[in-house]
């Protein structure tokens, strides 16, 4: 029996699940669409690299590819299904500057 820890695209699938999360601190709620969908998907591609890079398969461009891919598709299924309705725009509002202030 394979241990799943020992899979490098099952940990990009799994912090992929939770990039929103840390993407959220991130975000902020003004941000246009367009501008908080490339942060998303730049910071989840990030994560996939990182998560590539730690388990030391660079070398191997499928995995490679795949945990990215992996990570990046988690991050939006997660945040769209379950991750925006549980806290992620509270956490945005809690993280962004108090835009009144800066007038």
Do not use: C
């Not at 975000?27 to 990030?46: L, M, T």
């Not at 992996?70 to 945005?92: C, I, M, N, P, R």
């Amino acid at each position: 029996m394979t241990n799943i820890l020992n899979d490098t695209e099952a940990w990009g699938l799994l912090l992929g699940a939770v990039t929103p999360w840390a993407t959220a601190l991130v975000q902020q709620p003004h941000w246009a669409k367009p501008v908080r969908a490339v942060v998303g998907a730049v910071a989840s591609g990030v994560v996939g690299i990182i998560t590539v890079l730690a388990r030391g398969d660079i070398a191997h461009a499928q995995t490679a590819l795949t945990t990215v891919a992996l990570a990046v598709v988690a991050s939006k299924t997660f945040y769209d299904g379950l991750w925006q309705h549980a806290g992620a725009g509270v956490l945005e509002r809690a993280t962004a500057p108090d835009r009144r202030s800066a007038r």
